[in-house]
C-alpha cells in the first residue's frame, strides 16, 4: 500500500502564518513597512524549493510513497505573493504622496 505525501502545503502554512503576523503588526503597531514585507517574498520560493528536495530525499522509496505536489498551497502561495507586491506598491504610493504632497487620493 502507498501513502501519499503532499509538498507544499507546510510551506503554505507556514507563510500563512509568517506573513499574517507581520501584516498585523503593521496594522496594530507600524512596526513593519508594507515595503519591508514585500522583500520577504523570495523567502517563499526558498521554502518551497526546500521543502521539494527534502520530500524526495526523505520520501525516494517509490514503492511505498508517492509524492504528491499540493496545487491549492502552491497557487495560494503565488497569491499571497501577489498580495504582498501589491500591498507594497501601495504603501509606497501612499509614502510618496505624503513626502512631496501630492494628494490625489
Not at 47 to 63: K, P, Q
Request: hydrophobic share 50%; net charge neutral; glycine share 8%.
Amino acid at each position: 500500500m502507498k501513502t501519499t505525501r503532499r509538498v507544499g502545503s507546510f510551506t503554505c502554512g507556514i507563510a500563512m502564518i509568517g506573513f499574517g503576523i507581520l501584516f498585523l503588526l503593521n496594522t496594530l503597531f507600524s512596526v513593519v513597512d508594507y515595503t519591508e514585507i514585500f522583500s520577504l517574498w523570495p523567502l517563499l520560493l526558498i521554502c518551497m524549493g526546500a521543502e521539494m528536495l527534502i520530500a524526495n530525499v526523505r520520501y525516494s522509496d517509490t514503492e511505498r510513497f508517492t509524492l504528491v505536489y499540493d496545487k491549492g498551497a502552491i497557487v495560494l502561495l503565488i497569491l499571497v505573493t501577489l498580495f504582498a507586491i501589491g500591498m507594497g506598491i501601495t504603501d509606497y504610493c501612499i509614502q510618496y504622496a505624503i513626502k512631496y504632497g501630492h494628494y490625489y487620493l
